[in-house]
């Protein structure tokens, strides 16, 4: 018998070879790349600005892509014309779902200030240029061409991988990430999430680092009102509701609220500091001690030249919205301002709610939460950085961008908040970007968006490599 066992290894190989080679196959990028921008020019040529949204021009265009591959679509609605995709492909059920997810609507453009129009994905000198193109149909088509490669290459997987394109992103997630959420979450529960919210920035044409969104800040919008005397504006009057909304509005634009560290902050200052230069590493590394000097420098540096960096230091708050009077001549009685109050996660809105009232400090002014828009989620969950999936994009970044992985904290809205509710760890991904575009006005949502093309490709090129580290059978 003993003699035998060589051999029965032999067959076993020989039996497992195929599998084993068919698991760690990999797509013909080369022939991929053009399949992906046909892809990319046909969803960015819909029209899917938000309001009204039609995501369903999208949805329409995805199932009929993934119908023609032989992959089931399942097509959820709140309103008929905003649309929510879902594909699934099963794994053997060893490890929690993964969920990839992009939303389908984009802002509104005004096509006036656009150099290229902005639904025609027009290509010029290594650019596309459309609304979209950053945000957020990269994430879209990056699914897509994941889901697509994972069926073809028939990859054996631990894990069901989950494709969400959303609707309504745009306005808070009320057609799309919410009602996903609280009414079909059995179609898109998961383990873990990858969706926007994060980046790789390039200086000179190179990565510098990319930025994983493990947390992002809360809006909760706050209203100030004041009532005043109404009277005849030739004939001041000291309870002007105007002059002390005014007021209250200064002294909460000049006031920052104290800063506040959580692991996902100070890791992203520490790390950055390691890949910049010795002048802004001084600054990165200062503020890591909140009441020296030094940082009481390097806080002031960020607000008047980062001020994304500063939001991230602590709750923030800007004056966004101010209403009063309707004539000239007429002291209005009545006079409203609205705050985009972004919270920390662990804040807790009813004290934060008492200090604007004290920094204001006017009994005549009411400070209460805006019900103008419906706050997301507040909660305390953070994505962690020493589990698989943080570990698998990092080895991607590694392989791709050749950088550092920094974890950021969001200062912006996404609709990972709504998943992270629900216990999902969410990671926000993107791709590479020139540090300067957005101060140039290439950036998403501005009137010249664009996306650098190469930098598409190597984007999904990362995703497939991410998905296949944490779904592939091993």
């Given at each position: 018998?003993?003699?035998?066992?060589?051999?029965?290894?032999?067959?076993?190989?020989?039996?497992?070879?195929?599998?084993?080679?068919?698991?760690?196959?990999?797509?013909?990028?080369?022939?991929?790349?053009?399949?992906?921008?046909?892809?990319?020019?046909?969803?960015?040529?819909?029209?899917?600005?938000?309001?009204?949204?039609?995501?369903?021009?999208?949805?329409?265009?995805?199932?009929?892509?993934?119908?023609?591959?032989?992959?089931?679509?399942?097509?959820?609605?709140?309103?008929?014309?905003?649309?929510?995709?879902?594909?699934?492909?099963?794994?053997?059920?060893?490890?929690?779902?993964?969920?990839?997810?992009?939303?389908?609507?984009?802002?509104?453009?005004?096509?006036?200030?656009?150099?290229?129009?902005?639904?025609?994905?027009?290509?010029?000198?290594?650019?596309?240029?459309?609304?979209?193109?950053?945000?957020?149909?990269?994430?879209?088509?990056?699914?897509?061409?994941?889901?697509?490669?994972?069926?073809?290459?028939?990859?054996?997987?631990?894990?069901?991988?989950?494709?969400?394109?959303?609707?309504?992103?745009?306005?808070?997630?009320?057609?799309?990430?919410?009602?996903?959420?609280?009414?079909?979450?059995?179609?898109?529960?998961?383990?873990?999430?990858?969706?926007?919210?994060?980046?790789?920035?390039?200086?000179?044409?190179?990565?510098?680092?990319?930025?994983?969104?493990?947390?992002?800040?809360?809006?909760?919008?706050?209203?100030?009102?004041?009532?005043?005397?109404?009277?005849?504006?030739?004939?001041?009057?000291?309870?002007?509701?105007?002059?002390?909304?005014?007021?209250?509005?200064?002294?909460?634009?000049?006031?920052?609220?104290?800063?506040?560290?959580?692991?996902?902050?100070?890791?992203?200052?520490?790390?950055?500091?390691?890949?910049?230069?010795?002048?802004?590493?001084?600054?990165?590394?200062?503020?890591?001690?909140?009441?020296?000097?030094?940082?009481?420098?390097?806080?002031?540096?960020?607000?008047?030249?980062?001020?994304?960096?500063?939001?991230?230091?602590?709750?923030?708050?800007?004056?966004?919205?101010?209403?009063?009077?309707?004539?000239?001549?007429?002291?209005?009685?009545?006079?409203?301002?609205?705050?985009?109050?972004?919270?920390?996660?662990?804040?807790?809105?009813?004290?934060?709610?008492?200090?604007?009232?004290?920094?204001?400090?006017?009994?005549?002014?009411?400070?209460?939460?805006?019900?103008?828009?419906?706050?997301?989620?507040?909660?305390?969950?953070?994505?962690?950085?020493?589990?698989?999936?943080?570990?698998?994009?990092?080895?991607?970044?590694?392989?791709?961008?050749?950088?550092?992985?920094?974890?950021?904290?969001?200062?912006?809205?996404?609709?990972?908040?709504?998943?992270?509710?629900?216990?999902?760890?969410?990671?926000?991904?993107?791709?590479?970007?020139?540090?300067?575009?957005?101060?140039?006005?290439?950036?998403?949502?501005?009137?010249?968006?664009?996306?650098?093309?190469?930098?598409?490709?190597?984007?999904?090129?990362?995703?497939?490599d991410v998905v296949n580290d944490l779904a592939r059978t091993k």
């Amino acid at each position: 018998m003993r003699g035998r066992w060589p051999f029965v290894v032999l067959l076993i190989v020989v039996a497992c070879a195929p599998a084993f080679a068919q698991a760690t196959r990999q797509p013909d990028w080369r022939a991929v790349e053009p399949e992906t921008l046909q892809h990319f020019q046909a969803l960015l040529r819909l029209d899917t600005s938000n309001p009204p949204g039609n995501e369903k021009l999208a949805t329409d265009y995805l199932k009929g892509v993934f119908e023609k591959e032989g992959i089931p679509v399942q097509i959820f609605a709140r309103e008929p014309n905003r649309a929510n995709l879902v594909v699934r492909l099963k794994g053997n059920g060893r490890k929690q779902p993964l969920l990839l997810m992009g939303h389908t609507d984009v802002v509104t453009v005004d096509p006036k200030k656009w150099t290229f129009p902005p639904f025609s994905a027009t290509r010029n000198e290594g650019y596309i240029y459309a609304r979209g193109s950053l945000d957020d149909k990269p994430h879209v088509v990056a699914g897509l061409m994941t889901m697509l490669m994972l069926k073809r290459l028939n990859v054996p997987l631990d894990r069901d991988v989950i494709f969400l394109a959303e609707a309504g992103e745009e306005s808070g997630g009320g057609v799309g990430v919410d009602f996903m959420a609280n009414v079909h979450y059995a179609d898109i529960g998961a383990e873990y999430c990858l969706a926007e919210g994060g980046s790789v920035t390039r200086i000179g044409g190179r990565p510098l680092y990319a930025s994983v969104q493990t947390m992002e800040k809360i809006p909760r919008p706050v209203d100030l009102t004041v009532k005043g005397t109404s009277g005849h504006g030739s004939r001041p009057l000291r309870d002007n509701a105007v002059v002390q909304l005014a007021t209250a509005v200064g002294k909460i634009g000049s006031w920052y609220a104290p800063i506040r560290f959580n692991e996902t902050t100070r890791t992203y200052f520490q790390r950055l500091a390691g890949v910049s230069s010795p002048q802004e590493a001084a600054r990165y590394k200062a503020i890591l001690t909140p009441a020296s000097p030094e940082a009481k420098a390097a806080d002031e540096y960020f607000q008047l030249n980062e001020p994304g960096h500063a939001s991230m230091l602590r709750t923030s708050i800007s004056a966004t919205i101010i209403n009063g009077g309707y004539r000239f001549n007429v002291i209005p009685s009545e006079a409203k301002a609205t705050l985009d109050v972004r919270m920390l996660p662990d804040e807790k809105p009813e004290e934060f709610l008492q200090t604007i009232k004290k920094v204001i400090n006017n009994p005549a002014v009411e400070v209460t939460w805006s019900t103008a828009v419906d706050p997301r989620p507040a909660n305390t969950t953070t994505s962690r950085l020493d589990n698989e999936a943080f570990k698998a994009i990092e080895a991607g970044v590694k392989k791709h961008y050749e950088t550092v992985t920094v974890p950021e904290m969001g200062t912006g809205a996404t609709d990972m908040s709504q998943l992270r509710a629900k216990g999902i760890q969410c990671y926000g991904i993107g791709p590479a970007a020139d540090r300067e575009d957005p101060l140039k006005g290439f950036g998403a949502h501005s009137d010249q968006e664009r996306i650098i093309e190469n930098e598409l490709y190597r984007f999904v090129q990362f995703q497939w490599d991410v998905v296949n580290d944490l779904a592939r059978t091993k």
